[in-house]
Structure formats: structure tokens, C-alpha cells
């Protein structure tokens, strides 16, 4: 099983993941910019933050096997505070970047006029990139939510099929498939999906378009529910090439519209390697 998690936040997990996802079969991931739990004061803190996810991080990945890429945006939570605004304006800096494949995750929080004004700015920017998008969907009001980003999207211009609205369910589904965009959902403890619930909404709604991802972070989440989100599959019926198409097609497919996939093999590097003179090891040996 060959596995593309298009939605993970590494910068939260430790290299024992990276160890258990190579294994488990994954070998790219997409990394989106979110919120870090605690409010961010400053422009500098995300330029630090983004600096990592197309430096640090893709180097991390890589002593694993695994090829990281990432997307780049100020995020539903902290768009609506008046002291990251100024994000906006070094978005472009990082949008030009090789590794960087979409712009988000963008979206709605709390569904808010300032949340209004930053979502479209970023669909903007997606389509002067010609860039793919991510789009967050709230965790209250999903539906209303689910809605009002589409409406955006439709608004913006960009063509529906450059868009994955992720974060959804069994109430939300329907309403993105009639869209056009792609649809994202996230495999999480407790919340969110779940892997049963996951393969009855692809028997129901079939496997064109359709992105599973872990959507691990510092929450209590598992960077390897795409592997048994596809165990289920094969239980329940599905066959390997469904699997295949599900975990890793798709992802390819709709990430490889940024034309900035690198999914070429990855010798595994020395634990001495560095970065910018930095190494995952920790200490003298």
C-alpha cells in the first residue's frame, strides 16, 4: 500500500511518526499552515514558522524517506486578528517557493467579515499562482460553513476542480460533490471521521475526487489513519486499486495541478546529515 497523506501537520509530530508512517507506506505528504494553539503576536512569527515548512521540514521528512510538501496561508483562526494581518503581504514570497503546492489552509473560523475579506484575498492569490487551494471548513456551523465557502469559491473564479474543501461529513458531502471541487476528509479520534464511516461514504459517493487524510497535529490525532482508512477499505470490499486511487491517485492528481510534485525516490541520508547545520540528532554520541 503506497500512501500520500495530503493533509498532516508534521511540524507537531516527532521523527518516531515519521519512522511509523514510512513503514506503514507513506512517501509524500502535504503539510498546510494552521494555527499553532497559541496565538500568534507578530508577521515574524509566521515568516519563522513558513521559513520551516519549506526549509526544516522537508529535510526532516526526507531522513524518513518521505517526500514533504507543503501550502501557505494565514489560517481561519488567527485571519480575523488584527495583528497577523500583515501576512498577506509576504504570502507571495512563499507562494513562488518550489515545494510549496497549494494556498491554505484558508477557509472560516468563526464565519466572521474579517475571516470574509482574508478568504478572498487568498483565492486571489491562488489564482494569480495558479495555485491549487485548500479550504478549512469550521468545526461549528460545518453546513453553513461548507456553504458560504463555496459561494467564495464560486465568487473568486477559480475553476471548482483546483479546489478541495476539506474537514467533511456526511451532512457536508453532497453539497461539495455537486460543486465540482474536490472532497477532503479527515480520519481523527473522536471527532471529525472515522475510518468505518469513511468507507460508507465511498461506497455511497464512489471514489472520484475523494481525499482521506490524517490531519494529525498536537491534538489527540494519528498520523496513520490513511493506512487503516485503506485496511478498512480492503475489508469492506474494496480492491487494491481503489485503495491505490484513494490514498495516493488522487492526492497526486490534485496537488500535481500546482506542477510542483516531487515524487522521485528518496535515499535516506545519514543521521548526521544537517540542515542550515542543524540534525535530527540531539547530542554528542
Known amino acids: 500500500m503506497r500512501i500520500f497523506d495530503p493533509h498532516i501537520h508534521m511540524t507537531s509530530r516527532t521523527t518516531d511518526d515519521y519512522e511509523a508512517m514510512y513503514a506503514a507506506g507513506v512517501r509524500a505528504l502535504v503539510e498546510p499552515a494552521f494555527w ?57 514570497r512563499y507562494l513562488a517557493k518550489d515545494g510549496v503546492v497549494a494556498v491554505g489552509e484558508i477557509g472560516y473560523d468563526a464565519m466572521t467579515p474579517e475571516e470574509d475579506s482574508a478568504f478572498a484575498a487568498q483565492l486571489r492569490l491562488a489564482v494569480e499562482h495558479d495555485l491549487p487551494v485548500l479550504v478549512h471548513t469550521p468545526h461549528r456551523d460545518k453546513a453553513l460553513g461548507t456553504r458560504r465557502s463555496l459561494e467564495m469559491v464560486a465568487e473568486s473564479g477559480i475553476p471548482p476542480g483546483r479546489v478541495v474543501i476539506d474537514h467533511l461529513n456526511e451532512v457536508t458531502v453532497g453539497l461539495v460533490r455537486d460543486s465540482g471541487c474536490w472532497m477532503g476528509f479527515s480520519i481523527y479520534p473522536d471527532t471529525k471521521m472515522d475510518e468505518e464511516r469513511m468507507v460508507r461514504l465511498l461506497g455511497e459517493y464512489g471514489t472520484d475526487r475523494m481525499l482521506v487524510n490524517s490531519a494529525a497535529d498536537w491534538g489527540r490525532s494519528d498520523p496513520l489513519k490513511t493506512a487503516s482508512t485503506g485496511a478498512a477499505m480492503l475489508a469492506a470490499g474494496f480492491t487494491e486499486d481503489d485503495v491505490d486511487k ?5 492526492p497526486v492528481a490534485f496537488y500535481g495541478q500546482s506542477g510542483r510534485l516531487d515524487l522521485g525516490g528518496i535515499d535516506i541520508a545519514e543521521p548526521t546529515a544537517t540542515y542550515a547545520g542543524n540534525s535530527v540528532l540531539r547530542g554528542e554520541r
Open 36 to 92: 499553532l494553539g497559541q496565538p500568534r503576536t507578530s508577521v515574524g512569527s509566521f515568516t519563522d514558522y513558513f521559513d520551516g515548512l519549506v526549509g526544516w521540514e522537508p529535510f526532516r521528512a526526507g531522513q524518513f524517506g518521505i517526500r514533504h510538501h507543503c501550502t501557505i496561508a494565514l489560517n481561519p483562526k488567527e485571519a480575523g486578528d488584527p495583528r497577523c494581518r500583515g501576512v498577506l503581504d509576504v504570502l507571495p
Open 246 to 250: 484513494v490514498l495516493w491517485r488522487n
